[in-house]
Nanobody
Framework: QVQLIESGGGLVQAGASLRLSCVAS????????MGWFRQAPGKEREFVAAITRSGGDTYYTDSVKGRFTISRDNDKNTVYLQMNSLKPEDTAVYYC????????????????WGQGTQVTVSV
């Protein structure tokens, strides 16, 4: 089993920055590719970003490219999502997720999920 705990969400104005963190426990962190997903009110959960086990490769959905950065520290069992130039449309509950080995943008491929952290961006 793997437990994932997100933190760092909050209420900010448009243009501001936030950094989300997700700490993993229970299994060897470096076995897992990690992803961030989000779910806005009334919408389906969507892929935001993913990072390979070593951190050498990262992937983003088009709407966040150039604004968000995913990174990880395997010594701290933590994955981060740095979010800059936030927009109201970024408002959502953000989830981190873990899957063994290869990265994926498909949420159905992820085995472990955190409880989510709310990000609200006001105009």
């Amino acid at each position: 089993q793997v437990q994932l705990i997100e933190s760092g969400g909050g209420l900010v104005q448009a243009g501001a920055s936030l950094r989300l963190s997700c700490v993993a426990s229970g299994r060897t962190f470096s076995l897992f590719a990690m992803g961030w997903f989000r779910q806005a009110p009334g919408k389906e959960r969507e892929f935001v970003a993913a990072i390979t086990r070593s951190g050498g490769d990262t992937y983003y959905t088009d709407s966040v490219k150039g604004r968000f950065t995913i990174s990880r520290d395997n010594d701290k069992n933590t994955v981060y999502l740095q979010m800059n130039s936030l927009k109201p449309e970024d408002t959502a509950v953000y989830y981190c997720a873990a899957k063994y080995f290869a990265y994926s943008s498909n949420q159905n491929d992820y085995k472990y999920w955190g409880q989510g952290t709310q990000v609200t961006v006001s105009v």
